[in-house]
């Protein structure tokens, strides 16, 4: 029987991206739909549970993505709403990449390091990616903090990361040198999540910083998110930091998109959101 994958997108076009990514993780056909709005989710679930029973419910699967994250989570509510019982289907939300990057991110860096009990710091966090990440370091046990040009944008990221997650991060409002080296004083991890093209950190802050253990960034275009590192470093030591840019985050997430793929058609009753997928990143070793 074939694995068959029903990808849900609400932009126009579905995503390529994870289509393909759907094809090397082993689904044998994947339907792509784009413009698929909230309220559409129901009817096209229930197409994937309702044509295969027992046994074979395992070999369909729904992927739920989008560039609009708000979007992709209210879908994965509509979609696990539709189930009951024991008809359903395994699912997986990672809109814009968010679950995946974050986790890739973090497993990478608690794989390098002990970091429980210490100074964690999301510089530009106020993003899905930046949430995630923060969150899953509150869960590996960080004093974390998160931080916006604003604080008032960092201070609703934090509340929207305990009613969601059920963690505490503490919101910074970091604007330039002085305020990032403040941010940083103290801190064992920097993970640096704002736009591409922008640097958040000079290079004399990090080198320079006594308690700096790890250093991530998930930005691959330049100036980088941290000056004088390398997109392509994969837990390179350097001034007497482990560092890792997005090239090197990025391979771990792709193992992850791919591993969470294949697992959907292990079982039918997977539901692949944020937590799960940092667990699947964690096993796989960062």
């Known amino acids: 029987m074939k694995k068959l994958l029903?990808?849900?997108?609400?932009?126009?076009?579905?995503?390529?991206?994870?289509?393909?990514?759907?094809?090397?993780?082993?689904?044998?056909?994947?339907?792509?739909?784009?413009?698929?709005?909230?309220?559409?989710?129901?009817?096209?679930?229930?197409?994937?549970?309702?044509?295969?029973?027992?046994?074979?419910?395992?070999?369909?699967?729904?992927?739920i993505g989008g560039s609009d994250v708000a979007t992709g989570e209210a879908m994965l509510k509509a979609a696990t709403e539709a189930f009951f019982g024991p008809v359903r289907v395994s699912v997986m939300m990672d809109s814009n990449g968010c679950n995946t990057t974050a986790a890739a991110a973090v497993a990478k860096i608690v794989g390098a390091a002990e970091v429980k009990g210490k100074k964690a710091v999301v510089l530009a966090g106020t993003g899905p990616v930046g949430m995630r990440a923060a969150a899953f370091l509150a869960k590996e046990g960080c004093q974390t903090f998160l931080t916006s040009r604003r604080l008032e944008r960092a201070q609703k990221a934090t509340e929207q990361i305990k009613e969601r997650f059920g963690v505490e991060v503490t919101p910074l409002a970091v604007s330039d040198e002085a305020t990032t080296a403040q941010a940083l004083e103290g801190a064992a991890v920097v993970l640096t999540t704002g736009k591409e093209g922008v640097q958040l950190v000079a290079e004399a802050q990090w080198v320079e910083n006594p308690t700096l253990q790890v250093l991530a960034d998930v930005n691959a275009v330049p100036p980088l998110g941290i000056e004088g590192i390398k997109p392509h470093w994969d837990g390179k030591e350097k001034h007497g930091k482990i560092i890792f840019g997005a090239l090197g985050i990025g391979g771990l997430k792709m193992k992850v998109h791919r591993a969470c793929v294949a697992r959907l058609f292990e079982s039918n009753e997977l539901v692949l959101d944020a937590e799960a997928i940092f667990a699947i990143a964690k096993e796989m070793g960062g």
Do not use: W
């Not at 094809?23 to 339907?31: Q, S």
């Not at 559409?40 to 699967?61: C, H, I, P, Q, W």
């Open 6 to 63: 029903l990808q849900l997108d609400s932009d126009k076009h579905p995503s390529v991206f994870d289509t393909i990514t759907a094809y090397d993780a082993g689904a044998d056909h994947v339907m792509a739909l784009g413009n698929v709005a909230v309220e559409d989710v129901r009817d096209l679930v229930y197409g994937a549970m309702f044509t295969r029973g027992g046994e074979a419910l395992k070999n369909s699967a729904v992927f």
